[in-house]
């Protein structure tokens, strides 16, 4: 079975410029959490969704950072403006229910020059 | 406010070898999960094992343990017949029930293992 998928895997951006990540969970899974892993903060929620509808969004650092889950199969994490300060690797987890095991996707590295 | 704590950033062990790495948390729920992860260079997050805190047997997972203390609000992971794929970065976290999913993770124990 295909594990949870992310893409960029690495992003190199400019300051200013818009930035989505995307992920796609594991099939049949009905939640969803992004999380963002930096040297300073460690690991740390942002967002999660349960059944495509965002439960907890207290983990979004500022207004920049928006979430989306249009259908059980696509997610978007999008940055904008970005700013140097948001450099750090981006991580979408999901599993079936939202207490349940969460499996990682591989992560996607974002650079923000 | 819900903490994880790893009080050793790096480890060490010889190939072969017993390794035993610590976690406390704090917290005032009464039920609620607990979880290793592996984070490798690669950066892939893979679940080790996982207790719920309603168990009273440790978790076991071939050359993985636990030592799950619920009143001492401890959680150390053993490693048993250390691999050289072992090396990695280990993370603690704690998944309290009625927080929805959210797992609130140490800040990490980096393994190396000698050959």
């Not at chain 1, 949870?4 to 099939?27: A, D, N």
């Not at chain 1, 942002?46 to 500022?62: C, K, Q």
């Not at chain 1, 978007?76 to 987890?93: G, M, N």
């Not at chain 2, 009080?7 to 948390?25: D, K, N």
Request: hydrophobic letters at 30%; aromatic letters at 10%.
């Amino acid at each position: 079975d295909a594990g949870v998928i992310q893409s960029p895997r690495h992003e190199v951006t400019e300051m200013g410029q818009e930035v989505t990540l995307r992920c796609k969970p594991i099939s049949g899974h009905n939640s969803l959490f992004w999380y963002r892993q930096t040297m300073m903060r460690g690991l740390e929620l942002l967002i999660y969704f349960n059944n495509n509808v965002p439960i907890d969004d207290s983990g979004m650092p500022e207004d920049r950072f928006s979430a989306k889950m249009p259908n059980a199969s696509f997610s978007t994490l999008k940055i904008q403006p970005s700013e140097p300060r948001d450099s750090a690797v981006y991580f979408c987890a999901s599993s079936l229910n939202r207490r349940d095991t969460q499996y990682f996707g591989p992560g996607t590295r974002l650079t923000v020059l | 406010a819900q903490t994880v704590t790893q009080s050793q950033p790096e480890m060490s062990v010889q190939e072969a070898e017993t390794v035993t790495l610590s976690c406390t948390y704090d917290t005032s729920e009464s039920d609620y999960y607990l979880f290793w992860y592996k984070q490798p260079p690669s950066r892939q997050m893979i679940l080790v094992i996982r207790q719920e805190a309603y168990k009273q047997q440790n978790a076991t997972e071939n050359r993985f343990s636990v030592n799950f203390q619920k009143a001492a609000k401890s959680f150390s992971l053993k490693i048993s017949d250390s691999q050289l794929g072992d090396a990695a970065m280990y993370f603690c976290a704690s998944q309290p029930y009625n927080q929805g999913g959210k797992l609130i993770f140490g800040q990490g124990t980096e393994l190396s293992v000698k050959p």
